[in-house]
């Protein structure tokens, strides 16, 4: 009977350390659990990591091209600057040049003007006075010869008329055969007076 009760004893109490280990297997099979899915977790945290390293290398790569460019644009447009500044300075000297020359020019020109004009009124006291005056005794020297025509014209116009009207009083004293002398000294007259008059 005390061994029979010992047994049980011995039962109960492997019993109880049997459940105890059950109990702890099963809390480890808890904690396994909870690694496991914390490890599940882990790893889709990695591989989420994994992608954004991937998107920021890919945006990496973009940037350095980027940079790679706008560092290129800035060399290129540095160098063209240089060029611009280059080119600047060549037109700006050359400006300068032709400035220099077109004063050079003009105050040549300017003294080449009062040089011409000096001289013309140095020759307008000379040879335009004289060709003022020579003009002046010509244009007096016609009036009087117009006039001296206009006279002359009258005059003869006159004697012509006077030596018509006797040879006309003559030749109608006449006899008839005069009339053929009558006529021509008419159209003679006639002829004289158109003559006198243009």
Known sequence: MDDSGAILCQLSALKDMLDQVNEEIEANFQITRDIES???KCSEFERTLAVRESELMKTMYMLQFEIKGLMA???????????????LSCMKMKQ??????????RETFCTLCLEFQ?????????????LLAEKEYL??????????ISSLQNSMSDFVQEILEELAIVVESGNSENDKLVKEINELKATLLAAMSS
């Open 96 to 105: 300068d040049e032709i400035l220099e020359r077109m004063k050079s020019k």
């Open 139 to 148: 244009e007096n020297e016609v009036r009087l010869l117009r006039r001296k």
């Open 38 to 40: 914390e490890i599940v």
């Open 73 to 87: 644009m800035n060399d290129e447009s540095r160098a063209r600057r240089e060029s611009l500044q280059k080119e």
């Open 118 to 130: 000096k001289g013309v009124e140095e020759e307008g006291h000379g040879k335009v006075g004289k």
